[in-house]
């Protein structure tokens, strides 16, 4: 008797699309990070938001060409393996699962940190445990279920950064927006950390599969998510520095709670931190769905264990991709150091963009006639420019890292070629 084999459900559109990639980029990044970012670029951190964004951007409309030709949930692995080969598909999509892990692991201590602030408590483990342990349990209950709760909680934590934008519309002015706090070079490793708070928008293309018509609505959405969010970030980081100044901003344990209290009271500290609350999970939630589509990607393409290409039949999610990933995410949480954690992640997330900016420039000289619904624009003979401008923006990022970031990167670099030999399995 032959076993029925199940498999992923198409049914999300543009605006599931859209909103994904919004809530993603959105969630912890502004609420935990922004006033470590302040402490480095002073009241010109709104100037490493920019520069994250155009970092952002320039991969961004790489990712966008390569979903509207391999609209496959192994997303990297797959793009890397049609350019490259096994071995550095093998190490990118590694790399991307490390990341959508310690991801987790950031923002689940962010949010342990808003609700110890909320409700006096130091179980910050154990806070941080029981969220990914709820959002694990969401993410297998089915991905429909779980994309209206992104959206639920999207449109909250939209609402409480428009609200800290419109609270600072009063104060502008009130600051000088170029002074920074460790010089003008302050900028720029600012930016290496706040492009956390960018770190999301490529994890659309992990819907590929759920998606109808992916390759037309991937790309849109992937655009579309990286403008929306840009112009908030940019307008939260100018109200935030023009109600409190970076020194304060720096010194606080909940960012934007403080920023809405100096203008509102007690009470509105209370409303932000649980919006803060709302948005971190969110997160937590998305990161969940993309990091275990990609683990259930490669298996499927017999690269990881077998087991964890399984579909459940009654949910139609990979529900062993699932369970693996919230337990890792669990052990990285234990680390408890929010700035650390986020900076690994963009290590790997850096390493990542610049094979993926190599790749759509390898694709378009060794297949140029490969159907692209999307191609990058600002072309020399073919060669997107702006490919060129993603990788090395994100070697520059990737250097204004502390070096001890640097060295556990190159440290999870080789593990993973060593879990290539040991995952490797014949087809």
């Known amino acids: 008797m032959v076993m029925k084999k199940f498999t992923l459900k198409r049914e999300l559109g543009l605006f599931h699309a859209t909103v994904y990639g919004v809530g993603i980029i959105l969630g912890a990044g502004i609420y935990v990070l922004i006033g470590e970012a302040a402490g480095i670029a002073g009241n010109s951190v709104w100037i490493s938001f920019l520069l994250a964004a155009l970092i952002a951007a320039f991969t961004g409309l790489s990712?966008?060409?390569?979903?509207?030709?391999?609209?496959?949930?192994?997303?990297?692995?797959y793009y890397a393996l049609k350019a490259f080969g096994k071995k550095t598909a093998f190490i990118i999509g590694y790399l991307v699962i490390i990341s959508g892990i310690i991801s987790v692991a950031a923002v689940a201590i962010g949010f342990s940190g808003y609700f110890s602030s909320l409700f006096n408590t130091n179980h910050l483990f154990l806070i941080s445990l029981a969220v990914i342990l709820i959002f694990s349990l969401i993410n297998f209950i089915g991905i429909k279920e779980a994309a209206w709760?992104?959206?639920?909680?999207?449109?909250?934590?939209?609402?409480?950064?428009l609200g800290i934008i419109a609270l600072g519309f009063k104060f502008i002015g009130k600051?000088?927006?170029?002074?920074?706090?460790?010089?003008?070079?302050?900028?720029?490793p600012a930016a290496a950390l706040i492009f956390f708070a960018f770190i999301g928008f490529e994890s659309?293309?992990?819907?590929?599969?759920?998606?109808?018509?992916?390759?037309?609505?991937?790309?849109k959405a992937l655009i579309l998510s990286i403008i929306i969010t840009t112009i908030i970030y940019i307008?939260?980081?100018?109200?935030?520095?023009?109600?409190?100044?970076?020194?304060?901003?720096?010194a606080s344990n909940a960012p934007l709670a403080d920023v809405a209290a100096v203008v509102l009271g007690s009470k509105a500290f209370i409303v932000l931190a649980i919006i803060a609350l709302f948005s971190t999970a969110n997160t937590i939630l998305i990161i969940?769905?993309?990091?275990?589509?990609l683990v259930y990607g490669m298996s499927k393409a017999k690269c990881l264990p077998g087991f964890l290409s399984k579909v459940h039949p009654t949910t139609r999610t990979p529900h062993f991709a699932v369970i693996g990933v919230m337990i890792i995410a669990i052990l990285f949480s234990i680390l408890g150091?929010?700035?650390?954690?986020?900076?690994?992640?963009n290590f790997a997330v850096f390493v990542t963009f610049i094979i993926i900016n190599a790749t759509v420039i390898t694709l378009r000289v060794s297949k140029p006639n490969l159907k692209r619904k999307f191609k990058v624009p600002l072309n020399i003979k073919n060669i997107p420019v702006l490919a060129i401008f993603g990788i090395l923006t994100c070697g520059f990022m990737l250097f204004n890292l502390e070096w001890k970031v640097i060295l556990v990167g190159?440290?999870?670099i080789i593990l993973g070629f060593i879990l290539e030999k040991a995952f490797r399995r014949k087809k």
């Open 288 to 293: 969940l769905i993309a990091t275990s589509r």
């Open 149 to 161: 709760l992104n959206i639920i909680l999207t449109i909250i934590e939209v609402g409480g950064l």
């Open 235 to 250: 307008l939260v980081a100018i109200s935030a520095i023009s109600i409190m100044g970076w020194e304060k901003l720096a």
């Open 175 to 188: 600051v000088n927006y170029f002074e920074p706090a460790l010089g003008g070079a302050g900028v720029f």
């Open 204 to 219: 659309i293309i992990k819907l590929s599969e759920e998606t109808k018509n992916p390759t037309k609505v991937i790309p």
């Open 63 to 77: 990712y966008a060409e390569l979903s509207s030709v391999f609209p496959k949930d192994a997303g990297e692995y």
């Open 410 to 412: 190159l440290g999870l």
């Open 337 to 345: 150091d929010v700035k650390i954690v986020a900076s690994i992640t």
